[in-house]
Nanobody
Framework: VQLVESGGDLVKPGGSLRLSCAASGFTFSSAAMSWYRQAPGKERELVADITSGGGITNYAGFVKGRFAISRDNVKNMVYLQMNSLRPDDTAVYYC??????????WGQGTQVTVSS
């Protein structure tokens, strides 16, 4: 399993970013995918997840209405569109899935910094 995130950057409050995750090494179209984040000094937390077919999405309360998760099962990609970014969105963002028999897998993360 390989997950490679990209798209993190420094952005001003109110700005937008689109994170991407390239997945390989497993049957992507059969796997639910998730985005997590971890801010300095805090535990890693779930941001959003999406079912294998993309028909059902779920969001943490702190991002509802601002972030959107999507996927492309042809390109083996999952995305996180982030709008109306706030300073407390600053974190390392991770692409993830839970897959047997290995358990939860993580990418290396991509840094998002929201600051004026």
């Amino acid at each position: 399993v390989q997950l490679v995130e990209s798209g993190g950057d420094l952005v001003k409050p109110g700005g937008s970013l689109r994170l991407s995750c390239a997945a390989s090494g497993f049957t992507f179209s059969s796997a639910a995918m998730s985005w997590y984040r971890q801010a300095p000094g805090k535990e890693r937390e779930l941001v959003a997840d999406i079912t294998s077919g993309g028909g059902i999405t779920n969001y943490a309360g702190f991002v509802k209405g601002r972030f959107a998760i999507s996927r492309d099962n042809v390109k083996n990609m999952v995305y996180l569109q982030m709008n109306s970014l706030r300073p407390d969105d600053t974190a390392v963002y991770y692409c993830s899935l839970d897959i047997a028999p290995w358990g939860r897998q993580w990418g290396q993360g991509t840094q998002v910094t929201v600051s004026s």
